[in-house]
């Protein structure tokens, strides 16, 4: 994939998330992308079939590339997650994510109690203890946040890890990796003492005990508090626009 393939594709990815290009629409020929963009009509080509990959476009000989309905898109697909965040319906697009985590984790936590053997309990631990440090290492140093957020991610793929369910695994890295990107905007540092730490815990406490159910309900409880903090999230963006 070429840079200028790969600019111009984003931009096109933008506006159409943005809705300058609605479901239906006819998008340029690939001589008028060519001209806008100043590339050749082969990467204007490549652009096009780049959004036809991703779900955003359908193309048919003759007729041009016309915009396919949102939820054909492929929200997994980095560049179309980036879109979407950065456009009007970001926290709605988070929450869908939000609840297919909900839905797939909390049965994770339970199957990871009855499952989790030595080097799994292991891992969660260190997991955990990384989120403690890097906590306290973000607490006056904002820079930390990214150390944060990573070990927070690795917590929750340790748990997926002890449920022993490969295909669990491959279900869950998507979402894992498109919630990365929203945990800017979802963080809670004045909360993360008080709530985030002891909720993980909680978590890694039913799991080393083997209580599956206590499992599934600590997940439970810490996935509807980053629920909550999104419908905050939410609520903030709709008063700064009101603003």
């Known amino acids: 994939m070429s840079r200028l393939h790969t600019g111009a594709m984003r931009v096109l990815i933008g506006e159409i998330a943005s809705g300058r290009w609605a479901e239906g629409d006819l998008l340029p020929r690939e001589l008028d992308l060519a001209e806008r963009f100043d590339v050749s009509r082969n990467v204007a080509r490549e652009c096009i079939r780049g959004l036809e990959e991703r779900g955003l476009v359908s193309v048919r000989h003759g007729s041009g590339a016309r915009v396919r309905p949102e939820h054909e898109w492929d929200r997994f697909d980095s560049d179309v997650l980036a879109a979407l965040l ?55 140093n904002p820079a930390g946040e990214a150390l944060y957020r990573e070990s927070d991610v690795a917590f929750h793929r340790a748990v997926i890890r002890a449920a022993r369910n490969p295909v669990l695994g491959r279900m869950t890295e998507p979402i894992h990796r498109a919630l990365s990107e929203t945990f800017g905007a979802l963080a809670r540092p004045d909360m993360r003492f008080e709530r985030g730490l002891p909720e993980h815990e909680r978590i890694l406490a039913a799991v080393r005990a083997g209580d599956a159910e206590q499992a599934r309900e600590a997940m439970r409880a810490h996935l509807l508090t980053v629920e909550r903090h999104l419908r905050e999230y939410g609520e903030r963006g709709a008063d700064t626009e009101a603003a």
Do not use: K, Q
């Open 86 to 140: 950065g456009g009007p319906h970001a926290a709605g697009v988070i929450a869908e994510y939000l609840e297919c985590r909900r839905i797939l984790e909390v049965e994770a936590a339970g199957l990871a109690a009855g499952r989790a053997g030595e080097e799994e309990l292991e891992l969660l631990s260190e997991a955990f203890e990384r989120m403690r440090l890097t906590a306290e290492g973000a607490r006056d």
